[in-house]
């Protein structure tokens, strides 16, 4: 028996086709609640102020860069979204005098315009604003070199290669409407897939890659980047894997409660504290790493409760 079609973009998988039991059960979830979820290999973790979920954010880049050096070479793989956290990761660097010339960084992903990668003309480049954001801060002296700076392109195999002989410390991410890390999107609703979804294991086997992007990601960059002008998102990504992911020591999802909405965060953290895993919530998924922490800003839970405005 096929699943149900979404309710949101019927040509796709995503979490409307999940049993309305989980659904329900996320919806009920309190703060503390989500927080009593926490079990061995995947901790949840509360934060009462934005000064201090961003600070503990761009931490996460000077404890990785710290643990490096010239013959055991470390980095983090960080997002665009949230951004917050880059200028302070620059300014603790200068703060520091931390070296970065053995340390390294893997963009999580770029935008693909169809034919390639967009270049940082483009207003909407990652690589752009990671750079803006928090590189071009970094004193020259103490800045990592070009070569260490990996960002993905339309050709995936040079990046795909960077991760060899680098421990990556720990890949950082946000989640967005869809419940992806990364672009990491559920997959169209077509071909084999079009009863089912793919199951977990093969939706793990998939590395870095030029992806489709649902309508709902494309949606929700429309609305957080580009004033909800949609014809100037991209409707293709280059993004970073599950066989990135699962290279990383650490996987570390920051909730700020402005990408994803109330049910969004209480559903992925339910799925992963119970192993429910189902590759139409590509978030559910990193319940099988052995390390992934959830980092909420509490004022930004928010509740399931119905309010009409």
């Keep these: 028996m096929p699943r149900k079609l979404s309710t949101i973009a019927p040509d796709w998988w995503d979490y409307t086709t999940l049993n309305n039991e989980i659904i329900n059960d996320a919806a009920k979830l309190t703060p503390r609640q989500m927080e009593r979820l926490s079990r061995p290999g995947f901790k ?3 934060y009462d102020t934005l000064e201090d979920f961003y600070l503990a954010e761009a931490l996460e880049y000077i404890d990785a860069w710290r643990q490096s050096t010239p013959d055991n070479p470390v980095g983090i793989c960080g997002p665009i979204g949230p951004t917050e956290q880059l200028p302070l990761v620059a300014r603790l660097v200068n703060s520091l ?6 340390s390294h960084f893997w963009g999580m992903d770029e935008w693909h315009d169809g034919k390639r990668e967009v270049s940082m003309d483009h207003p909407l480049s990652f690589e752009k604003a990671d750079r803006e954001l928090c590189f071009n801060r970094i004193d020259r ?5 070009d070569e260490n700076m990996h960002f993905p392109k339309a050709d995936t195999a040079p990046f795909i290669s960077s991760w060899e002989g680098v421990r990556c410390a720990v890949m950082q991410g946000g989640q967005g409407d869809i419940k992806h890390w990364a672009f990491n999107d559920p997959l169209p609703r077509k071909g084999k897939w079009k009863n089912s979804p793919p199951s977990p294991k093969e939706y793990r086997k998939l590395g870095t890659r030029v992806v489709d992007l649902h309508p709902v990601t494309l949606a929700q960059n429309a609305r957080t980047s580009g004033g909800g002008n949609i014809t100037m998102v991209p409707q293709k990504a ?3 894997g599950p066989q990135e992911t699962w290279q990383a020591e650490k996987v570390s999802i920051w909730h700020a409660g402005t990408h ?18 189902d590759s139409a919530v590509p978030m559910s998924l ?13 004022g930004g839970i928010g509740t399931c409760a119905v309010e009409m405005h």
Excluded at 141 to 145: A, G, I, K
Excluded at 286 to 298: A, E, K, M, S
Aim: aromatic content about 6%.
């Design 44 to 46: 949840v973790v509360m």
């Design 97 to 102: 005098g931390l070296s970065l010339r053995s």
């Design 238 to 240: 280059i993004t970073v």
């Design 141 to 145: 002296r103490l800045r990592m070199p």
């Design 260 to 277: 994803d909405n109330p049910l969004g965060q209480r559903l992925t953290t339910l799925m992963i504290a119970k192993n429910i895993a």
């Design 286 to 298: 990193l319940g099988d790493h052995p390390n992934v922490q959830f980092n909420f800003y509490r």
